[in-house]
């Protein structure tokens, strides 16, 4: 059984951090590439950042020099450092494995709240 599981979401004020973790279950962790996607209320979801099994970064322009992910392919976990938040960073961040054979997410975690007060 597949299974993504977040932590590290909560309630910052703008301009504060946060580390958002996933810890992966049930999948051959270092062959996936693994990204964290966020959906705001009333928006669609949106890609915030992925790396990929060789290590690949890609950010959405809108976290580029604020977020930084990461993989400890050991652990089977990938993190989210979050500095500098600003309210419009306010959504439920999602952790996503993928193998890339379709053009659809193979996996996703359950989603943890991020708020950031202004």
């Known amino acids: 059984q597949v299974q993504l599981v977040e932590s590290g979401g909560g309630l910052v004020q703008a301009g504060g951090s946060l580390r958002l973790s996933c810890a992966a279950s049930g999948i051959f962790f270092s062959g996936f590439s693994m990204g964290w996607y966020r959906q705001a209320p009333g928006k669609q979801r949106e890609l915030v950042a992925t790396?990929?099994?060789?290590?690949?970064?890609n950010y959405a322009d809108s976290v580029k020099g604020r977020f930084t992910i990461s993989r400890d392919n050991a652990k089977r976990t990938v993190y989210l450092q979050m500095n500098s938040l600003k309210p419009e960073d306010t959504a439920v961040y999602y952790c996503?494995?993928?193998?890339?054979?379709?053009?659809?997410?193979?996996?996703w975690g359950q989603g943890t709240q991020v708020t950031v007060s202004s």
């Open positions: 790396i990929t099994s060789g290590g690949t970064i």
């Open positions: 996503s494995a993928d193998r890339g054979r379709s053009a659809t997410i193979d996996y």
